[in-house]
């Protein structure tokens, strides 16, 4: 007997700086995306100092959902999809974050929005902070690292919960809010806090500080959430890559253990409502002098999420390093893993993508075991997809079986966690429906979608829509609520 849930909320995911463009329109400020450059693969991505003509910002533009949007949702419409995950652009709300009144034209667009998703009977799951700080914050009052950015947050949260109560009824913080713990260079501070004044030697006490005031700001906008609209859901959004031990050396898995302390104590905050004691060991040890006070501390307690989000898209093996019992993360990453921290060594049984991410099926069903073991509450697997070049034929056509392949074993692996290991799952947003910018690299070439935009890395094309041959292969599945496999 099939277990698989039949409300099962099967969708796609977005962000709202990658997908609808019209930066500067209906009253929206600069946002921290706003001053990143196009970067490629291996090429990171520049920040600038403001918006420089001449520069090319992939994001001005992406890929003009903002007009588009209604025929956009139509399509996910037709897919099928249950869900459709995005987030708010704080900018659009409170244009410089410390504004006096949001914007009406900001808050007016989302409502269509998400009328718009209604109509096509797809429930809105929304992030409320996914890598776009207002840029004034970054500039003014340098982010997350200054305690006055938690009543902004606050307050953005407040007035999005009061408008669209009863349109939204999942919510979450921050995106990927552990990020920031796991890579060794300042680019994840700046997208998750837009802590722009880092200094080299203070960076990681900085990036705990603001990791922290986002953990608090998160508490408080989960217990607004609950006064305002008691009957939707918020919860928390984790970056989470597996970590294997390398061998079965003993000395391996510790250094597991504490990597993964490192990369997912942001979780116990979320899900417990408290930072767990290995963290302030951590800190000490370090003489970092981090403020978090007890009223904070209670904040923090009452702030406990009702799910939790995460990504996954691939796993990492680490060993352990005699000579570094405390690694420092803030050290090179190596080649070929992406932004990885320096305990991080290739696994030989995993092949990698184009982009140098390793791909790993099954590290999905040990996620959603990790995260339900631990946390025992529901758990939603908010992206997970597969960047890759793709051909189109003379005929306009797009063979993209490698990312049936790669989805359908990752959906293979959860329909496991779901029905043989009893883990409760809410859903299951793809990363990402249609293509759109990378966050990581500004590309347009690096294609997650079933949708195909015409649109190249040097910003080329007419901007047209049309289904890939995944498109038809997921509209089956979520169809058949996943027996299709194809
Ligand atoms: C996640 C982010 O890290 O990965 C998304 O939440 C991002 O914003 C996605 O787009 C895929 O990464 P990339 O760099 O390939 O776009």
Redesign the pocket.
């Known amino acids: 007997m099939s277990h698989f849930p039949k409300d099962f909320l099967w969708g796609g995911a977005v ?1 709202a700086h ?1 997908l609808e463009g019209g930066w500067d329109q209906g009253g929206k400020g600069i946002s921290i995306a706003d001053v990143m450059t196009a970067g490629g693969n291996g090429i990171p991505r520049r920040i600038t100092n403001g918006v420089i003509p001449g520069e090319n910002y992939p994001n001005h533009e992406g890929i003009d959902f903002y007009h588009h949007y209604r025929d956009d949702i139509k399509l996910f419409g037709e897919l099928g999809m249950k869900a459709f995950r995005t987030s708010i652009a704080w900018t659009r709300i409170f244009p410089n974050g410390d504004d006096a009144e949001p914007c009406e034209e900001g808050l007016a667009f989302y409502d269509d929005m998400f009328d718009a998703c209604h109509e096509q009977g797809i429930e809105p799951v929304i992030t409320l902070q ?2 776009e700080m207002p840029y004034h914050l970054a500039t003014e009052y340098n982010g997350f690292a200054d305690k006055r950015c938690i009543d902004f947050f606050e307050r953005f949260a407040r007035v999005c919960f009061e408008r669209y109560k009863g349109k939204v009824k999942y919510w979450m913080t921050f ?2 809010i552990n990020n920031q713990a796991a890579a060794p260079i300042a680019h994840h501070m700046l997208q998750e806090g837009a802590v722009l004044n880092i200094d080299k030697d203070n960076a990681e006490q900085l990036m705990y500080q603001a990791s922290v005031n986002e953990l608090i700001a998160s508490a408080k906008a989960v217990k607004a959430c609950h006064e305002i609209d008691p009957d939707a859901m918020i919860g928390c959004m984790i ?1 989470f890559c597996p970590l294997y031990a390398a061998t079965c050396n003993p000395k391996d898995q510790i250094e597991k253990t504490w990597a993964d302390h490192k990369r997912y104590w942001y979780c116990d905050v979320h899900a417990k409502g408290r930072v767990p004691q290995y963290m302030f060991r951590y800190w000490e040890r370090m003489g970092f002098n981090i403020d978090l006070s007890e009223e904070e501390i209670a904040v923090l307690k009452q702030g406990v999420v009702d799910y939790i989000g995460f ?1 996954y ?1 691939m796993s990492f093996a680490v060993a352990a390093r005699d000579d570094n019992p405390d690694f420092n993360f803030y050290e090179a990453g190596i080649p070929g893993v992406g932004e990885a921290a320096n305990d991080i060594v290739p696994n030989e049984y995993l092949k990698v993508s184009d982009w140098g991410w390793p791909i790993d099926p099954l590290g999905l069903r040990y996620a959603l075991n990790w995260f339900y073991e631990r946390y025992d509450q529901p758990l939603m697997i908010v ?1 997970n997809g597969f ?1 890759a070049y793709d051909k189109v034929e003379a005929d306009g056509s797009i063979d993209d079986s490698y990312r049936i392949d790669y989805l359908r074993e990752h959906i293979r692996a959860m329909i496991d966690a779901v029905e043989k290991d009893g883990v409760d799952l809410l859903g299951y947003t793809m ?1 990402a429906p249609i293509d759109i910018v ?4 500004g590309e347009m070439d ?1 294609r997650y979608g079933f949708i195909f935009v015409d649109k190249n890395n040097a910003g080329e094309g007419t901007l047209a829509r049309s289904r890939k041959k995944s498109f038809y292969w997921y509209q089956r599945l979520i169809a058949t609520n996943g027996a299709d496999l194809g």
């Open positions: 962000a990658q996914h890598f995106n990927e970056a990504s898209y992206e960047g990363w990378s966050a990581s690299s690096k």
